[in-house]
């Protein structure tokens, strides 16, 4: 495994990033909260909420006031060419970081692939496009998993099967709980994207979130990038919240 030092820690991703789930109801909101947090080097993530509300318009005026990359989290899931249909609507928008459903099986993930690598050899993309596979959602805990889903197989093992069908479909990478990722690094190898939300500060309230870790283990473990939205956005104060959380990660380049 190829080691990246920076400062106390040993890190198996270079330059991990961080994501702010911008899970508020409006762009009025939505760009109070990236202005207050423009000093900090964070990325930011529009998720269903948001985008039904307002959409491709907000994303791009996301991009252009920050420069940073922003995650449209939409979870696309649905047969093969109407995903494809939509990762083109997404690239051509200028969105080059979104995701879809693992559970929407291997054509469906190669169908989009194949998509995506065709439309973005005929544009000029502002980074190379980054598609990932939502594997079991951080709110499901193992119970829920056999007794909703009907899986056996242990969480870990059933992530780290979706993941390898994801890699063979040719998507980045996955969406996955920090739990797994040591499993899936093992699984997958270094330049997989393994990004991870359900990611808390303590042993608190955790919300719906069931298969949490702090940001220092999560990267540690061998994320490459972290999702974090309520222990910014529903802190008494989103900036130093969001300072404090930066400050936990010592040395860390971000
Ligand atoms: O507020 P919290 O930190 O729990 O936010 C996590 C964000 O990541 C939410 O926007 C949620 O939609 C998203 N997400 C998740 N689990 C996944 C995929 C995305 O929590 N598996």
Redesign the pocket.
Known sequence: MRVFKRGFSILSQPNPRIFV?L?VPTAEEALQLVSSLQHLPLHY?V?MQLFYQEGLPLVQAIQAKTGKTVFV?LKLHDIPTTVANAAEVLLKNGVCFFNCHCMGGLEMMQTLAKRVRTVSESLTLPEKPTVLG?TV???MDEAALKRDLQVGQTSEDYVVSLARMAQDAGLSGV?CSAREVAALRAACGNDFVLLT???RLDSGDH?D?KRVMTPIQALQNGASDL?????ITHAADPVLAAEDIIASLGAIEL
């Open positions: 789930a899970d993530k998720g989290d939502v959602l951080t709110s969406v939300p359900g990611i919300q979130q999702v974090i939205g309520r222990p």
